[in-house]
């Protein structure tokens, strides 16, 4: 059958390569080029639980705790139980994993884990060796890529997705082409997530929630998309950069102003406490002490930091940083997106004919807060189910969402993202019209790693107060998905009036101190 995946990060590279193995006709479009996206910027590594003394039920166990139980069990049972093919076939593929004196397999230590279990290659260069290995495979395959193709939309017709439609982005004379379409058997969105609602941001600059947008625009369910997780160590200053978690894994620390180790005032597991708690604590300490706090990687040595971490250590040195002999000031930025379209555990929407997976796609694995490392991890086990599963339109479709029991809760069908009150979007500290700047500010105040109800409230008003122009360039058409996401993200952020993962609602008594 005719398939068309769209993007090329490790959940799309991997569903488009089983799928042409399984003999379907692929088509992969990407709205840059190929090695853009989230994949190629990962460091960490993937987790899988491949060590002596561990088990896929460990993972599990972690992964749920992680998520502050929110996870979905089955969603979860699929990725743990996944890892090991998932990074055979990586190995299989040509991902030079970093190895041990035994010849095995690496294994770094990250947040939340119980034991060491994260496979990284070229040090902390994890996502790029992903990202070469199975992008050189599509060069032996039949997988048509199209770079510079900008998907818009889903085409739809009884229900259900016949295939996308493309940007129209060449201009004849004063006409602009409305967009071609490609029309197929299945769609599998691979679009990644939507760190750009931030200003302060680990992602790249494309990561604007276009898969997402689109199935809001069709109107298919998503999901917990007010759990957004914000990364504790990103270099502070003008120009975002992470420092992983894996070197905290690797025995680094977190200082206050009088190198104070502060973390453990709120979690037991200090620095490697699950990563939204981590988050929250770099976050207060630095308003209480008006700067941001050090990450203290000096005890690890000059010689071990340039070769486990080499890429961070020479971006690092490259700015005039020698975080062998000094702290480094480090402060939250966006980094993940936990919600996402509704999928079961095979990538299936509730829409015939659409699958999503990937950080795109809400499978359940993640609950409240991923835990480090399992994003890749899901890419990989979830891109290749989603390619076992796929099957015609016209044959009957049964679509039972995990955790389904949860239907009644503000998550699924969030769609129409509030009525939301029409007032003047002056009311946001001045700030009068729609524009990514002012959007990506209202978010980082109003919708961060630390809410209140008067915040988000706010937040939503001027989010459907704020009209995008209509899309005459891709840049335009970024941010109006920016705009649905950003609405759909506050309301669903409003209407969950607890606390849980990385949701964090101030009570009214907690603000002041915040
Ligand atoms: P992406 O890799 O983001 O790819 C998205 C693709 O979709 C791109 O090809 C893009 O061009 C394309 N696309 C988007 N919109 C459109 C459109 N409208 N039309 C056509 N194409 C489109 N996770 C881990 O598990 N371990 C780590 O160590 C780790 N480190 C990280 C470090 C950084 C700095 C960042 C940013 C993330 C990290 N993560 C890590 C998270 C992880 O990298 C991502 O969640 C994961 O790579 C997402 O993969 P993906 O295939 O879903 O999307
Ligand atoms: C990191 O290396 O700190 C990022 C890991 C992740 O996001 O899973």
Not at 60 to 72: F, V
Not at 258 to 283: I, K, M, Q, S, T
């Amino acid at each position: 059958m005719k398939v068309v995946i769209v993007g090329a990060g490790v959940a799309g590279l991997t569903a488009a390569l089983r799928a042409d193995a399984l003999g379907h006709e692929v088509e992969l479009v990407v709205k840059g080029r190929l090695r853009e996206g989230s994949t190629v910027h990962a460091q960490g590594g993937i987790a899988g639980a491949y060590g002596p003394g561990d088990s896929a039920a460990l993972h599990a166990l972690d992964t749920m705790h992680a998520g502050d139980g929110h996870g979905d069990p089955l969603a979860i049972a699929a990725l743990v139980d996944g890892a090991a093919e998932a990074i055979d076939a990586l190995v299989r593929a040509g991902v030079p994993f970093d190895r041990a004196a035994d010849g095995a397999i690496a294994r770094g230590l990250e947040a939340a884990h119980s034991l060491p279990r994260i496979a990284h290659a070229g040090g902390d260069a994890t996502g790029r060796a992903i990202s070469d290995a199975l992008t050189a495979r599509l060069d032996s395959t039949r997988v048509r890529v199209r770079e510079q193709a900008f998907a818009t939309d889903l085409v739809t017709a009884d229900d259900a997705v016949h295939g996308i439609r493309l940007h129209g982005i060449r201009l004849v004379g004063i006409r602009l082409l409305s967009g071609e379409t490609i029309d197929a058997d299945a769609v599998v969105l691979a679009t990644g997530g939507a760190g750009l609602l931030y200003p302060v941001t680990t992602n790249p600059s494309g990561t604007t929630g276009d898969g997402i947008a689109m199935v809001l625009r069709a109107g298919a369910p998503v999901a917990d998309l007010e759990f957004v997780q914000f990364h504790p160590t990103v270099l502070a200053g003008d120009s975002p950069f992470l420092i992983s978690e894996a070197v905290r894994g690797a025995g680094a620390v977190l200082r206050d102003a009088d190198g104070r180790r502060f973390v453990f005032d709120d979690h037991p597991d200090g620095e490697l406490a699950p990563r939204d708690v981590v988050a929250r604590a770099v976050a207060r300490q630095a308003l209480a002490q008006g700067s941001p706090v050090l990450l203290d990687a000096t005890a690890l040595g000059a010689a071990a930091l340039a070769s486990r971490f080499p890429m961070i250590d020479a971006e690092l040195r490259r700015r005039g940083i020698d975080w062998s002999r000094e702290p480094v000031p480090v402060s939250p930025a966006a980094h993940y997106l936990m919600g996402g379209v509704v999928t079961d555990v095979d990538g299936r929407t509730a829409l015939p004919g659409l699958w999503a997976v990937g950080e795109t796609a809400r499978t359940g694995v993640h609950g409240a807060n991923r835990l480090a490392s399992n994003s890749l991890l899901e890419g990989a086990v979830f891109g290749a189910r989603a390619a076992d599963s796929l099957t015609h339109t016209s044959l009957p479709y049964e679509f039972v969402p995990p955790g389904s029991d949860r239907s009644g809760t503000n998550s699924y069908g969030s769609t129409s993202c509030g009525s939301g009150e029409r007032v003047g979007a002056e009311q946001h500290g001045g700030m009068r019209g729609f524009s990514r700047q002012s959007l990506q500010q209202l978010m980082w105040e109003r919708v961060g790693l630390l809410r209140d109800d008067d915040g988000l409230a706010d937040a939503v008003r001027t989010l459907h107060a704020w009209e995008a122009p209509a899309p005459r360039t891709p840049a335009e058409q970024e941010d109006a998905n920016l705009l649905i996401v950003a609405r759909a993200t506050a309301s669903a952020a409003l209407a969950r009036t607890d606390s849980l993962g990385a949701h964090f609602r101030l009570s009214p008594a907690l603000i002041g101190a915040a």
